[in-house]
Nanobody
Framework: QVQVVESGGGLVQAGGSLRLSCAAS????????MGWYRQTPGKQRELVAT???????NYADSVKGRFTISRDNAKKMVYLQMNSLKPDDTAVYYC???????????????WGQGTQVTVSS
């Protein structure tokens, strides 16, 4: 089965930290860019951070200096370390893979089910 699964969300006080993880399923053999996005009710899903296969990273201005994205290609994992969290960071966070190579051919734009992050003031 070709899928990605997030974990690590939860409730934290402002100023605290959380680490999100995303695992690509065993059926995925190669991975292009990986990223984290977030969405709040009534708003469009927005980019938080991405990392390509070479390790090049890109961040939303709102999280620069506070969040760090990283990936472990051997484990097929991507992580988001979130520090100095603010109430405005409250959202459902989604993992994305732009292209995944499998024995059934390539899959594009894979999304996880999302994990809730709530930051209390």
């Amino acid at each position: 089965q070709v899928q990605v699964v997030e974990s690590g969300g939860g409730l934290v006080q402002a100023g605290g930290s959380l680490r999100l993880s995303c695992a690509a399923s065993a059926g995925i053999f190669t991975i292009g860019a990986m990223g984290w996005y977030r969405q709040t009710p009534g708003k469009q899903r927005e980019l938080v951070a991405t990392i390509d296969a070479t390790g090049y990273t890109n961040y939303a201005d709102s999280v620069k200096g506070r969040f760090t994205i990283s990936r472990d290609n051997a484990k097929k994992m991507v992580y988001l370390q979130m520090n100095s969290l603010k109430p405005d960071d409250t959202a459902v966070y989604y993992c994305n893979i732009d292209r995944a190579g499998t024995n059934k051919g390539p899959f594009y734009d894979l999304w996880g089910q999302g994990t809730q992050v709530t930051v209390s003031s």
